[in-house]
């Protein structure tokens, strides 16, 4: 399926990651605060949502625990932007259900290959990742 079809929330995040999205053929929709991504998510219901911990860093685990948690957005994929590559704001992000966590300074390219990935993930199954996360424990 064409980028171009998909929607994806960017939340905190700059002017950078949004370009590099653009650029690939997604719609890109930008929140600067939770409560504008959760009233995002309701109205707009996109297929990712990318968190950038660096400029919603205090708002960013509780909006990632609702996203994992709401109905309107379980098996939507998550991206947390990490602001350092330490390994335990990692093992933090992925134990609170982020999908992937990358670090500032962002790779531009791997953050288009793991979006395009975790939506070939995602669009595969209905139930989205969570669907696909079920399909694999019953193996």
């Keep these: 399926m064409p980028a171009g079809h998909h929607t994806v929330l960017l939340v905190g995040a700059g002017a950078d990651p949004r ?3 653009v650029q690939q053929g997604y719609r890109v929709l930008l929140a600067s605060t939770s409560v504008q991504a959760r009233a995002m998510m309701v109205r707009d219901m996109p297929r990712l949502v990318v968190i950038d911990l660096a ?3 205090q708002d960013g685990p509780g909006l990632l625990a609702w996203l994992k948690t709401t109905p309107v957005s379980v098996g939507i994929p998550v991206i947390l932007l990490a602001t350092t590559d330490r390994r335990d704001e990692r093992l933090t992000g992925l134990a609170a259900g982020a999908d992937e966590v990358l670090a500032h300074p962002l790779d ?6 793991r979006v395009r990935n975790l939506l070939r993930l995602s669009t595969a199954s209905p139930q989205g990742l969570s669907g696909v996360a079920q399909q694999v424990a019953i193996l």
Excluded: T, V
């Design 19 to 21: 370009d590099l999205l």
């Design 55 to 57: 400029g919603i860093e």
């Design 108 to 113: 531009g390219d791997e953050l288009c290959l």
